[in-house]
């Protein structure tokens, strides 16, 4: 075969890989596609709900072409699954949100809450997402006080936790630190 010929074909086979190929979109982006598809989904099985992009953890980042299959983000969300109304109705819950092959971000429901638990902070208050590892969360906010005198309607002690997935699939506590106590304590958002 002629050396042009040769090169003709190999500009054709690669011509598709090169116009085509999916580059991975910006940080910002992928983080507000997360929250979208995140609050659709919780539309539908909630009333009430908060969740903002501050409460998205990339457990499994997309950054290349290559991460899109394996990457992961878990949406903290606070509000009344099934809309039961009344005190004590609206808890913490988490969704993990994937990638689709076809590049659509998608919540998984059997790794998401109702389908699983999120032990992940323990009062009412919705906490600040402060970290996390590709099987961890870190929050901070205000916990009930077991000394003290506020009850469940006031949360007063700020603490730190570490929620990890187990081996069922469910968020669980696997660290809780108390931290000091001082002025910005009470500053941290209920939701």
Known sequence: MNYRVLSFIALLTAFPLVCFAKKPLAE??????????????????????????????????FKTVED???AKYAVLWSGDIGCLGGSGSIQNYVALVTISPNGRFLVDSTKSSPAVQF?????????????NTDNSIVLEGLDDDPEGIEGKC????????TV??????????VDRKVLPRNVNANRIPRR
């Open 154 to 161: 006031c949360p007063s002690l700020p603490v730190r936790v």
């Open 68 to 70: 899109q299959d394996s």
């Open 119 to 131: 032990g992940g902070f323990p009062s009412r208050n919705f906490p600040k997402l402060v970290g």
């Open 164 to 173: 990890s997935i187990d081996a069922n699939g469910n968020w669980v506590i």
């Open 28 to 61: 910002v982006e992928i983080t507000s596609r997360v929250v979208q598809s995140a609050k659709k989904y919780i539309d539908s099985i909630a009333c009430d709900a908060v969740t903002t992009t501050k409460h998205v953890a990339a457990l499994s980042p």
